[in-house]
């Protein structure tokens, strides 16, 4: 069959759209920020703790395929904790922001070892820190510190999390506590719902007095994350935040178009939801689609984390489950950091 010049053209602009698509080009779409892919990010380092080894983990991607990875140091963990319960749960790599930023790393995580205490007792009298440790390179770490953040009403310090606010210039700490009368000191009786707290830092080792930052009583509310929905964590001003309503055992998203402190929404409204059963949302950028996020979902229940996907992540509706083919099974709670090539190389050389 015959086609004409101009037909010519017209399916020559529909092959380069289709083309676009599947290679990374980025279409913009009105009123949505789509972050464009960054070709300096090579690949993703995974941190993450293994069911009842409450150790810190590390998972390298293979090559940039944000859903391939294997695990480093022959599976043995990078971190042991030296203080507190001895075991970490729930850690997260902080990226430096500021003047830390490309140049500090932390690592942030619960301190609770449950193969030493019970869920009760580690939500009544659990520990009020955090642990920390930090590095210059994402292969050495050291400076273990456990520092107390919350008072003596807290039951517990959990999940505990953090984000560079570029408008105060400091880091955003934040953790799920549940809390008990000053008339109860030994916390014997029934607690508040559990809430996010939050406090500021220049240097994980002062902290601000801790105030709350979410409370949706009587709704418990856990395993708080944020992402950068514009730009990078230095000049961001919109942001995703997914979290757990542990009542409901749900996940989901709310969005802020006007900074950390800003108004906050829920897409599709108060009973809008991307999954149940899960916990431990962690979400991180494609390094080479435009506008993609990959929100890892604890199945607790199962075989722990679970990848998904979305190209509108500002939304509770349209994630979709990814490929299991090369994703490991049984890691818990942690998160995933997009690296450039020097620091890939180097964790491979380190720990491969």
């Known amino acids: 069959m015959w086609i004409g010049p101009g037909r010519l ?7 380069l759209l289709w083309a676009g698509l599947g290679s990374g080009f980025a ?4 009123g949505q920020a789509a972050k464009r892919a960054d070709p300096n990010l090579t ?5 993450f703790f293994l069911g009842a080894d409450p150790y810190v983990y590390f998972y390298l991607s293979n090559g940039n395929n944000a859903l391939s990875f294997r ?4 599976g043995q963990p990078i971190i042991r904790p030296t203080k507190g319960t001895g075991g970490v749960r729930d850690p997260t790599i902080i990226p430096g922001g500021g003047a830390e930023a490309g140049k500090k790393w932390y690592i942030i995580g619960t301190d609770l070892h449950i193969g ?8 009544r009298t659990g520990s009020r820190g955090i642990f920390v440790w930090e590095s210059t390179d994402l292969v050495n770490w050291g400076n273990e510190r456990l520092v107390v953040v919350e008072d003596a009403t807290a039951g517990m310090v959990w999940a505990p999390e953090a984000i560079w606010d570029p408008a105060k210039q ?3 700490v934040h953790w799920a506590s549940k809390f008990y009368p000053t008339s109860d000191p030994r916390h014997t009786g029934p607690p508040s719902n559990i809430r996010i ?3 500021y830092t220049k240097d994980f080792i002062t902290f601000s007095a801790p105030q709350t930052l979410i409370d949706k009583n009587p709704t418990n509310i856990i395993d708080l994350t944020y992402l950068p929905l514009n730009g990078d964590t230095n000049n961001a001003t919109s942001f995703l935040r997914f979290m757990k309503d542990e009542t409901r055992k749900t996940v989901f998203v709310e969005v802020s178009h006007n900074g950390l402190f800003g108004t906050w929404t829920r897409p599709g409204g108060d009973g809008a939801i991307i999954q149940s059963g899960v916990e431990g949302p962690t979400a991180y950028w494609d390094n080479i689609v435009p506008g993609r996020v990959h929100l890892l979902l604890d ?7 679970r990848p998904y996907a979305s190209n509108n992540p500002a939304s509770n509706s349209g994630w979709q489950a990814s490929s299991m083919a090369a994703f490991p099974r049984n890691l818990r709670h942690g998160s995933v950091l997009p690296i450039d090539r020097r620091l890939y190389q180097a964790l491979a050389a380190r720990w491969g």
């Open 170 to 172: 400091q880091y955003l």
């Open 299 to 305: 199945h607790y229940g199962a075989d722990g984390y």
């Open 43 to 47: 690949g993703y380092l995974g941190a």
């Open 9 to 15: 053209v017209a399916l020559a602009g529909l092959l």
């Open 71 to 74: 695990a480093l140091n022959r």
């Open 27 to 30: 279409i913009d779409i009105p």
């Open 197 to 199: 707290r939050y406090a």
């Open 116 to 123: 030493k205490t019970n869920w009760d007792a580690a939500q």
